[in-house]
C-alpha cells in the first residue's frame, strides 16, 4: 500500500477527532498514533500536525495571511488588510528588507506581489 501524503493523514485525524466526544478524543489520538507507527510513518508526526492544524482552521473558516514587507507596519495597517480577507484571519508578518518597498501577501493558495523589487524585475524583463 502506497503512504498518504501527510495532508492527507491529517484529513483523517480531523475526521475522527471532530465528533469525538471530549472524554474518547484521547483514546481517538492514541490510536491513530498507532496507526501511524504501523503505516511507518510515525516520524511525518510534526508534518501532519501542521497539516492537521491549517486544515482544522480551514474548516473553521478561518484564513491564514502572511504579510512581508520591507520594514515594520502598522498594527492599524495589518488589521486594514486583514479585513479583505474575511473576519476570520490570523495574520503572520514578516521582514524582508530585499523587497526594497511595497507588499508581499500570501494566502493559502495565492501570492500577491506589489514589491518594488518584482515591479523593477518586471520593468527590467520588459526593457531587454
Known sequence: MS????????????????????????????????FLKKEHVLKKADYIIKEFIKFSKKQEGIQEIEIISSAKISNEKIKEISKLFGEKTEVKTEIEPDIIGGLIIETDDTILDASVKTQLNKLKQHLL
Open 3 to 34: 503512504k498518504l501524503l501527510p495532508a492527507q493523514y491529517a484529513k483523517i485525524l480531523f475526521n475522527l477527532t471532530k465528533d469525538a466526544k471530549k472524554d474518547d478524543l484521547e483514546d481517538v489520538i492514541k490510536n491513530f498514533f498507532s
